[in-house]
């Protein structure tokens, strides 16, 4: 049994196919190929299931698998104690983060973090939460940004700040005239969301029980056209702008993009004001401590909600 074989049953179980394995792998399909077949020789077991049209992975190849990954992830640890002194903030760390967060949040980071390790590349990505947890879990990325609740085995997550919802308004509605704003109130209202696949969708809904039972209700009564949906948050901001709606956004995304007064407007929700809880996760075998510190530190130090708090007054009395 080799660290290569490992590598190439981590990847096979990963793109499901021999051919895309081994262009990651950057070896020949048969090289790959006889490699794991080797390795199941081995271990007298099969780990995938081959048929002409698929390859799935066995059940206990599954926690094979699994025990590979933690073994190649445990490799790099050796590797960087094996080179005493080696700079852990000079190595590019791969960043992922929800969309609901990535847009708000990466302006304000990405200085904060250039200050901490001027040497240490970062690349971002943002996706679905179902596909952040896949790629942290196969080391494409090195730590996400989510919202929690995240469970995740072997998985460490640090909340990072608490974030209001706040709802937004063509400036000219009639519930601009109140000072906050009640889920009730909203639940009379044409309603834009996001989509169903959204996490930030279930995070409203969870923390507006009226809302769920206001959209029951239309739905039960024929009117499923009072609930609108929208596949972002930058796409439901300009649906309000155009008129067509209120909906409930994070307060960075509210403020995010600056229309005139006469546009939008802005209104807190009237206590318990609902809000998300942001954190940052990373895999416990990750072999760079200090990067994950760095990033955490400049998280914490780019003040994203007491910003977008300056930027609405009326959400910042209530927060």
Not at 128 to 142: F, I
Not at 250 to 271: G, H, N, W
């Amino acid at each position: 049994m080799t660290l290569t074989e490992l590598r190439y049953v981590v990847t096979l179980a990963r793109e499901r196919h021999f051919g895309r394995a081994a262009e990651r792998c950057h070896v020949s399909q048969p090289t790959l190929s006889v490699a794991v077949k080797k390795l199941e020789d081995e271990l007298g077991i099969p780990l995938f299931e081959r048929s002409k049209s698929s390859i799935r992975v066995t059940e206990t190849g599954q926690r094979i698998i699994e025990q590979a990954q933690r073994v190649l992830d445990q490799v790099g640890v050796i590797r960087d104690m094996a080179q005493d002194g080696k700079n852990q903030l000079n190595s590019p760390l791969k960043v992922g983060a929800i969309y609901t967060i990535g847009p708000y949040l990466f302006p304000h980071l990405l200085p904060e973090l250039r200050r901490a390790a001027p040497e240490m590349p970062l690349y971002i990505e943002e996706n679905y939460t179902a596909n952040l947890r896949q790629k942290l879990r196969h080391s494409e990325l090195d730590a996400i940004i989510v919202a929690l609740p995240f469970d995740e085995p072997e998985v460490v997550t640090l909340p990072l700040y608490d974030e209001p919802f706040v709802v937004l308004l063509p400036a000219d509605h009639p519930l601009t005239k109140k000072d906050q704003v009640t889920p009730e109130e909203m639940a009379k209202e044409q309603l834009l969301l996001l989509g169903p696949g959204h996490c930030f969708r279930d995070q409203v809904l969870e923390s507006c029980p009226p809302l769920v039972e206001a959209i029951t209700k239309r739905a039960d009564a024929g009117r499923p056209e009072l609930v609108t949906e929208g596949s972002s948050l930058e796409t439901i901001r300009h649906m309000v702008a155009s008129g067509l709606g209120i909906t409930v956004l994070p307060l960075s995304a509210a403020t995010a993009m600056k229309y005139q007064e006469d546009i939008l407007a802005v209104r807190p929700f009237a206590a318990p004001v609902p809000f998300r809880t942001v954190a940052l996760a990373w895999r416990v075998t990750f072999p760079r401590p200090k990067a994950i510190d760095v990033l955490s530190l400049a998280a914490s130090q780019c003040r994203v909600i007491e910003k977008a708090r300056d930027d609405t007054p009326a959400a910042a009395e209530s927060a």
